[in-house]
Nanobody, 118 residues
């Protein structure tokens, strides 16, 4: 069974930094893309950043220039470096992995809480 596990969520002051990490177990394949999504209370889940197998990346406009997504050295790992954090970055952050084989197969972690306090 494929499992994605996030770590690194924490309470941080405005302007601070955090690194989120996501590790995968049980996968005999490599994801075609991995990404981070977030969901704030009362809001829908939104894309934060994606990194593809060719290392190309996409970011939400709200995090461009502040967040960086990177693949880890281990297979199917991904990190999110978050700088200059703002209160509106407060959310549960979810790791996502996509495998494009006989369709689009998505896998999700359980989420990690990031709280930015002012």
């Amino acid at each position: 069974q494929v499992q994605l596990v996030e770590s690194g969520g924490d309470l941080v002051q405005v302007g601070g930094s955090l690194i989120l990490s996501c590790a995968t177990s049980g996968a005999m394949f490599s994801f075609d893309s991995m990404g981070w999504y977030r969901q704030a209370p009362g809001k829908t889940r939104e894309l934060v950043a994606i990194i593809n197998s060719d290392y190309s990346t996409n970011y939400a406009d709200s995090v461009k220039g502040r967040f960086t997504i990177a693949r880890g050295n281990a297979k199917n790992t991904v990190h999110l470096l978050m700088n200059s954090l703002k209160p509106e970055d407060t959310a549960v952050y979810y790791c996502n992995g996509v495998r494009r084989w006989l369709g689009r197969n998505e896998y999700w972690g359980q989420g990690t809480q990031v709280t930015v306090s002012s």
